[in-house]
């Protein structure tokens, strides 16, 4: 038996067209007879018609946790340009909650890190190459 979060609303629209896949509908169905009162929301405000506010759904959603390792698993160059990147993406404080592991990161983040990630490696390739080109049979000096 799954046990559900203290003070979960719960549906008893059977009625809607998404309750087979909702976590409110599914919850008041898994209702045991030790519950003693629950939390539900009133079926005469839907119709079944239109799309539900409080619709969540049970499909299951893979989530990371947390990106220390990636960073650090990175050359430091190529770690430190992504940091800013991700900051600059998700702001600094969502970002060092990732970091952290505080908060998930959802598939459309990943997928939002994965993109940044591939920015940010080709462009230092593409500025490596334009410093070699630049640099190549000319003198340095040093300082």
Known sequence: MITQPERYLMC???ACSQAKNCLHQIAYENLDQYTEYVE???PKL????EKCKYFKSSV???VAWGIKNLLTSLPYSIAKE????????FTKAKYYRFY???????????KSS???SK???SLLNQNTTDFQKNTIGKKVSSV
Do not use: C, W
Not at 46 to 49: A, D, L, R, V
Not at 104 to 109: E, H, S, W
């Open 60 to 62: 299951k959603v893979k």
């Open 114 to 116: 994965k993109m940044l």
């Open 82 to 89: 992504m940091r800013k990147m991700l900051i600059s993406h």
């Open 100 to 110: 952290r592991g505080e908060l998930p990161i959802y598939p459309a983040d990943q």
């Open 40 to 42: 539900v929301l009133n």
């Open 46 to 49: 839907f119709s079944g018609t």
């Open 12 to 14: 008893q629209n059977t």
């Open 119 to 121: 920015n940010t490696i």
